[in-house]
């Protein structure tokens, strides 16, 4: 079984920044991959990053190349999304996800779930 948290979101204007976190606990040694998805009102979870637990490899969404920054500290056992420029239509539900498989990009992909932060980018 594993636990995850998220933390971090909030409120900011367009073209600020906001880092997110997700702590995670339980059989940490299971995971293989950690990913961001997000969920805004009236839309499907969609896909934002991903990072394999061990080695550190990442992908990314084409909407948040170049502007967020997935990471992971594994002896803090935290993930992180550090989200720079940001836009109102990033503005959404923020989700932390655990895959027991390699990367995945797909809600369906992912085997454990947080509760989400809620992330607002005013116009």
């Known amino acids: 079984q594993v636990q995850l948290v998220e933390s971090g979101g909030g409120l900011v204007q367009a073209g600020g920044s906001l880092s997110v976190s997700c702590a995670v606990s339980?059989?940490?040694?299971?995971?293989?991959?950690m990913g961001w998805f997000r969920q805004a009102p009236g839309k499907e979870r969609e896909f934002v990053a991903a990072?394999?637990?061990?080695?550190?490899?990442?992908v990314y969404a084409g909407s948040v190349k170049g502007r967020f920054t997935i990471s992971r500290d594994n002896a803090k056992n935290t993930l992180y999304l550090q989200m720079n420029s940001l836009k109102p239509e990033d503005t959404a539900v923020y989700y932390c996800?655990?895959?027991?498989?390699?990367?995945?990009?797909?809600?369906?992909?992912?085997?454990?779930w947080g509760q989400g932060t809620q992330v607002t980018v005013s116009s």
């Open positions: 339980g059989r940490t040694s299971s995971i293989y991959t």
């Open positions: 990072i394999t637990w061990s080695g550190g490899s990442t």
């Open positions: 996800g655990a895959r027991l498989r390699p990367f995945g990009v797909m809600t369906t992909d992912y085997d454990y």
